[in-house]
């Protein structure tokens, strides 16, 4: 019984079995459990995975000249070049060479150039950054 068939039958027979008319509180009743339901499935399925989504892309985007990053394959190299979306890495006690692309970076290991921690002064209360 498909769901075209279905619903027509259950409005019918909520028609009959109600004082002379449907009820329209069961209705808005169901209306509001889908609403629900779609905020649900919004806040706890589609919305974590599009953050994740973001942060890997801001993560591949970010990776620079002489940064130990790790692929999907699980290669692990410093990255040599970066041009474009493809990637140079350099591999091994041999120093051998992959390109691959942005894509399949699963994350960056190291960084090459740590961002200075800020340090807070005790008099002035102001932020200073380690050299």
């Known amino acids: 019984m498909s769901l075209f ?15 002379g008319g449907f009820d329209v ?18 806040f706890f399925l589609y919305r974590p995975q599009k953050k994740q989504e ?3 892309t801001q ?7 002489g940064d130990v990053i790790s692929t999907v394959g699980g290669i692990v190299g ?13 591999t091994g006690a041999d120093r051998t ?4 692309q ?10 090459a150039h740590p961002a200075p921690e800020p340090e807070k002064s005790a ?3 102001k932020l200073k950054f380690k050299k």
């Not at 993560?59 to 000249?65: F, G, L, P």
């Not at 410093?78 to 350099?90: A, H, P, T």
């Open 78 to 90: 410093v990255v040599v070049r970066v041009k474009g979306d493809m990637l140079l890495i350099e």
């Open 25 to 42: 509180m069961s209705l808005v009743t169901m209306g509001g459990m889908i609403v629900v339901l779609g905020l649900v499935f919004y």
């Open 59 to 65: 993560m591949r985007d970010s990776v620079e000249i």
């Open 102 to 111: 942005k894509w399949a970076i699963r994350n960056v290991e190291e960084k």
């Open 54 to 56: 973001k942060e890997a």
């Open 123 to 125: 008099k002035s209360g």
């Open 97 to 100: 060479r992959l390109q691959v």
């Open 5 to 19: 068939n279905f619903l027509p039958q259950t409005l019918t027979s909520q028609a009959a079995a109600g004082a």
